[in-house]
């Protein structure tokens, strides 16, 4: 089993920055694949970024590259969801997920563990 939890979100302005955390307990982090997924308001929760067990293979949903940015420290278990250059579209409560041995890094489907998740508003 693993654990995550995230934090991080809350309120911002319109061309603001966050930056998301994951902290994973349980097994050996540096094992898992970890992404970052997001669900807005009315509609189905979208991949957002994942990065590999290493670190150097990462992930983007098309739209998110320049913007956000993923990274991991497995020596704190913890992985990292900065984003800058807030939109309000980017208004969501945003997930942190582990996979084991995930396929395609992009879909949800994939992965094996779940926070609850963090809620990030952007105000305009």
């Known amino acids: 089993q693993v654990q995550l939890v995230e934090s991080g979100g809350g309120l911002v302005q319109a061309g603001g920055s966050l930056r998301l955390s994951c902290a994973a307990s349980g097994r050996t982090f540096s094992d898992y694949t970890m992404g970052w997924f997001r669900r807005a308001p009315g509609k189905e929760r979208e991949f957002v970024a994942a990065?590999?067990?290493?670190?150097?293979?990462?992930y983007y949903a098309d739209s998110k590259k320049e913007r956000f940015t993923i990274s991991r420290d497995n020596a704190k278990n913890t992985v990292y969801l900065q984003m800058n250059t807030l939109k309000p579209e980017d208004t969501a409560v945003y997930y942190c997920?582990?996979?084991?041995?995930?396929?395609?890094?992009?879909?949800?489907?994939?992965?094996?563990?779940w926070g609850q998740g963090t809620q990030v508003t952007v105000s305009s």
């Open positions: 997920a582990a996979s084991s041995s995930v396929v395609d890094p992009m879909a949800e489907h994939g992965y094996d563990y």
């Open positions: 990065i590999g067990w290493s670190g150097r293979s990462t």
